[in-house]
């Protein structure tokens, strides 16, 4: 009986850690979007939820100064070439990012 109960404990404790859900650790205005950092280390914005927030910065051809993307992304690398081209500046849909893999939430 002490063997049950001792399981029955260990398989709640187990499952009560895997269904708990991150919480807001910080918010961020972005000038885009709102965004949040969650306490698991991923990031949020609307009904996505992101591994990585990228800052992306260089300088566009005919510009006097840098500009900076910030990208919530599940994908790792995104190049300068693919920031400026998905942050509004492409003609071609092609080189726009589904939002469940990664979205503009600043630009300057």
């Not at 029955?8 to 979007?33: D, H, P, Q, R």
């Not at 949020?44 to 006097?64: D, Q, W």
């Amino acid at each position: 009986m002490k063997k049950v109960c001792l399981t029955l404990i260990v398989m709640a404790l187990v499952f009560s850690a895997c269904t708990k859900e991150a919480s807001v650790k910080k918010t961020y205005e972005g000038n885009l979007y709102t965004y949040y950092e969650m306490s698991d280390g991923r990031w949020k914005c609307g009904e996505h939820l992101y591994k990585y927030r990228l800052e992306i910065k260089g300088r566009m051809a005919g510009t006097a100064k840098d500009t900076t993307f910030v990208y919530l992304s599940n994908i790792k690398d995104i190049s300068f070439d693919q920031a400026w081209k998905a942050g509004g500046l492409s003609s071609d849909l092609n080189d726009y990012f589904d939002p469940k893999d990664a979205l503009l939430v600043e630009m300057d």
